[in-house]
């Protein structure tokens, strides 16, 4: 069974940092890409951040660009994102996702990943 948690949401001043954790279990963890999205209220799941599984690549949406950065631990299992510089346009709750098993895909889409988790709550304030 797939189980994907993320942890390290929570509330912060604009202009400082957090890091968030994923954990997958279940699954073979360094054959799938590993993705970071985000839904803030009123708003429809957007793109944040990915990792392929081939040779950890790394791809961002435009208004991350430059104050993210996802990385992978494939030992532990886990992908991270730390998130620097934060703006009130950066709230939102964050949800980690696992791609399909080998894809070629670079997991930019909703649709290349099966795997969700619950989310975390990131709050920027002013």
């Known amino acids: 069974q797939v189980q994907v948690v993320e942890s390290g949401g929570g509330l912060v001043q604009a202009g400082g940092s957090l890091r968030l954790s994923c954990a997958a279990s279940?699954?073979?963890?360094?054959?799938?890409?590993m993705g970071w999205f985000r839904q803030a209220p009123g708003k429809e799941r957007e793109f944040v951040a990915s990792?392929?599984?081939?040779?950890?690549?790394?791809f961002y949406a435009d208004s991350v660009k430059d104050r993210f950065t996802i990385s992978r631990d494939n030992a532990k299992r886990t992908v991270y994102l730390q998130m620097n510089n934060l703006k009130l346009e950066d709230t939102a709750d964050y949800y980690c996702?696992?791609?399909?098993?080998?894809?070629?895909?670079?997991?930019?889409?909703?649709?290349?990943?099966?795997?969700w988790g619950q989310g975390t709550q990131v709050t920027v304030s002013s």
């Open positions: 279940g699954l073979t963890f360094s054959g799938h890409t």
């Open positions: 996702a696992v791609g399909w098993y080998a894809s070629s895909a670079l997991g930019m889409k909703a649709r290349d990943y099966g795997y």
């Open positions: 990792t392929t599984w081939r040779d950890a690549s790394a």
